[in-house]
């Protein structure tokens, strides 16, 4: 499983951005999809994940602010970012879960205020 992040940038405290993400290797539907994110010096929290069913967790610190979906095509997933915090600051990374994680690159999220 391949993992394609797209989004992300420099945005003002109080913005919203949008990340994208497509897995390709599979020939099913992965059965969890999500985004984990680490700041500098910091460990790699959850943002949020969803599941084949559409089950949604999400990290206490996004709750009510960012929102997951699934993408229109097989295997992608779209995390919409409102009221960014300049504390939302980090690397996200994409990650599937299938029988084990696989990662992304990782994009840049960062946040001025």
């Known amino acids: 499983v391949q993992l394609q992040a797209s989004g992300g940038g420099l945005v003002q405290a109080g913005g919203s951005l949008r990340l994208s993400c497509a897995a390709s290797g599979s020939a099913f539907s992965i059965n969890r999809m999500g985004w984990y994110r680490q700041a500098p010096g910091k460990q790699r929290e959850l943002v949020a994940v969803?599941?084949?069913?559409?089950?949604?967790a999400y990290g206490d610190s996004v709750k009510g602010r960012f929102t997951i979906s699934r993408g229109n095509a097989k295997n992608t997933v779209n995390l919409q970012m409102n009221s960014l915090r300049p504390e939302d600051t980090a690397v996200y990374y994409c990650?599937?879960?299938?029988?084990?994680?696989?990662w992304g690159q990782g994009t840049l999220v960062t946040v001025s205020s």
């Open positions: 990650n599937a879960y299938e029988e084990r994680d696989y």
């Open positions: 969803i599941t084949s069913s559409s089950n949604r």
